[in-house]
């Protein structure tokens, strides 16, 4: 079975995931995190600026960008690798999140994701979120989530969740941060972000993590059920 959740940023998509991936003992796929991975080595390569003058210069990169997920049994999580090297912790700085927004617009490197995301979960049972899972990676998903929440709450989950980490952020840096990133999932020409017709509508807003891993399981076993 594949489980595509699609949302907004900072709308809880990735531990919602992981809670039905670990229920179910699905594979979990984080695909936001390969576009940060495929930030992270822009960043580090320092083409960034030239990407936004000349698309194509990332063309010549893709080749050599391999993504993986590996479960790490003492964090209790799945990790990504780029190129071999974990970088689970790296593509969630603030550096990463100001410029993944843009390069997740470039047609050729939405279609080496895809591409990999395909082939991580053939012939599999898995649950992937993203922004466009339901829409383009996976149309014929078993089940589609559409996941959302106030901004402020999102926002605010994004700040604790960096403040943990040790960053050093203001509330305010990181609501405009997902204001601005909303705007462009919303409205880039590559696979913007968008509903799924067949989609469910999960505002999370209000909602424990618990809470919505048992709203889950009940809509999972009435599927179930009707397939039965």
Known sequence: MTIAIDGYSSSGKSTFAKAIAKKLNYLYIDSGAMYRALTLFCLRKGIIEEVKTNEGKIDQYLKNIKIDFIFNNRQNRYETYLNGENV??????????????????????REKMVGIQRDLGQNKNIVMDGR??????FPEADIKIYLTADVDIRAQRRYKELLEKGLKVSFEEVKKNIVERDFIDENRKESPLRKADDAIVLDNSNMTPDEQLEWFINLYNSIKENDN
Do not use: L, M
Request: charged share 25%; hydrophobic share 45%.
């Open 88 to 109: 689970e912790d790296e593509i969630r700085s603030i550096a990463v999140s100001e410029q993944v927004s843009f390069i997740s617009t470039i047609k050729s490197a």
């Open 132 to 137: 466009d899972i339901g829409t383009v990676v």
